[in-house]
């Protein structure tokens, strides 16, 4: 066992159980964004910790066997077949790729497991690593449109991917998401369809509704357009549990906990209807917006600038295009900073009014 990684296996196992110091907190949160195979282990680890409730409290295990025989698994090289999406019209067809070792991973997922409850339920999440894996992700710079198994539909943003067991067999469809996501779910009342992201779990029936992670603030968002959803967060500790109506944003803030509030934004949808709505607002929203949208860095050097406002609609917008017209409208003044990777505004500002 790589002894390096053993630290933070069991910082992940302390997090889990709520008996983690704020500083070893921080050291966890470094490690976990250094490598994308880390986040993954945090991801799924978390995951399971909640599906195994309170049954793992019957387990009395020797863990320094359950180390030894772990170990000498990880050793073994085992491999199993990675599917994945491809759109085709608005349908993606499940195709195989090469095989993948992705066995190793869930190993480390189990190592976790054996910090936290012994050799019972380490030994079932290795051996559930033979269950095949659906992952359908989106490239960089667009977005991906597609049909789940069980006729749910599924619109994932940029950077973004979702895994989920082929199929969606069992009591609960379980999905698995990084990023950003819309889901308009087929109704179910006796298979819910539940998502989890890092730090959150998301439950409905059958609804349409936003989900969006953004680990480097560590905060996770929820916003309902129809139906009911049940929104919580994976901390053992926190057993609050929200349920959003449409029209309301939940929010998950691992240092403050969960919240909600009135979705205010026109624009919460516009990556996925490619139209950005202004209505008398503000350049402080307006910015953002765009920011989200195009998936820029926008610098405003003048404050002033903020309180200067605009009306206007953006069908399949272009950032250049937009740029120009608030210019016109508002006499500020753009750059864009190659070696920054960032557009500048700059002028004269607005009143505050």
């Known amino acids: 066992m790589d002894e390096r990684n053993e630290r933070y296996w069991e910082l992940v196992a302390r997090y889990l159980k709520d008996e983690i110091s704020e500083e070893?907190?921080?050291?966890?949160?470094?490690?976990v964004e250094q490598e994308p195979e880390n986040k993954e282990v945090f991801f799924r680890a978390s995951h399971?910790?909640?599906?195994?409730?309170?049954?793992?409290?019957?387990?009395?295990?020797?863990?320094?066997?359950?180390?030894?025989?772990?170990?000498k698994t990880m050793n073994e090289s085992q491999t199993v077949k990675e599917e994945t999406v491809q759109k085709e019209a608005k349908i993606l067809p499940l195709t195989s790729k090469p095989e993948t070792k992705i066995f190793s991973l869930w190993m480390r997922v189990a190592a976790v497991f054996l910090v936290l409850i012994g050799i019972g339920y380490g030994m079932y999440i290795a051996n559930s690593s033979k269950e095949i894996e659906v992952i359908a992700k989106s490239a960089d710079n667009e977005k991906k449109d597609f049909y789940?198994?069980?006729?749910?539909?599924?619109?994932?943003?940029?950077?973004?991917?979702?895994?989920?067991?082929?199929?969606?067999?069992?009591?609960?469809?379980?999905i698995h998401l990084k990023g950003e996501a819309f889901f308009d779910v087929k109704r179910n009342p006796k298979r819910p369809f539940v998502i989890y992201t890092s730090q959150s779990r998301v439950e409905v029936l059958g609804t349409?509704?936003?989900v969006r992670e953004d680990t480097a603030k560590q905060i996770t968002e929820v916003d309902v357009v129809t139906g009911k959803v049940a929104f919580s967060s994976l901390k053992p500790a926190d057993t609050t549990r929200l349920y959003l109506r449409p029209g309301f944003r939940g929010i998950l803030n691992t240092k403050q906990g969960l919240s909600t509030a009135r979705i205010e934004d026109l624009n919460f949808r516009a990556w996925q209807v490619d139209k950005?709505?202004?209505?008398?607002?503000?350049?402080?929203s307006v910015v953002p917006a765009m920011e989200a949208y195009f998936g820029v860095t926008i610098e405003v050097q003048n404050p002033q600038l903020w309180n200067c406002r605009y009306t206007g609609d953006f069908e399949k917008p272009a950032l250049e295009n937009i740029l120009k017209?608030?210019?016109e409208a508002t006499n500020l003044q753009y750059r864009y900073e190659k070696q920054s990777d960032r557009y500048v505004l700059f002028g004269g500002g607005c009143m505050e009014n």
């Not at 940029?158 to 989920?164: D, L, N």
């Not at 950005?276 to 402080?284: A, E, G, H, I, Y």
């Open 325 to 327: 017209v608030l210019a």
């Open 24 to 31: 070893e907190k921080t050291a966890l949160f470094e490690w």
């Open 48 to 71: 399971l910790w909640q599906l195994t409730g309170k049954a793992r409290d019957a387990f009395q295990p020797n863990v320094d066997n359950a180390w030894q025989r772990l170990q």
């Open 208 to 210: 349409s509704f936003t």
């Open 276 to 284: 950005l709505v202004f209505d008398n607002t503000r350049l402080s």
């Open 148 to 174: 789940l198994p069980d006729g749910s539909h599924v619109f994932l943003n940029r950077y973004s991917s979702i895994s989920y067991e082929k199929e969606l067999k069992g009591d609960q469809r379980v």
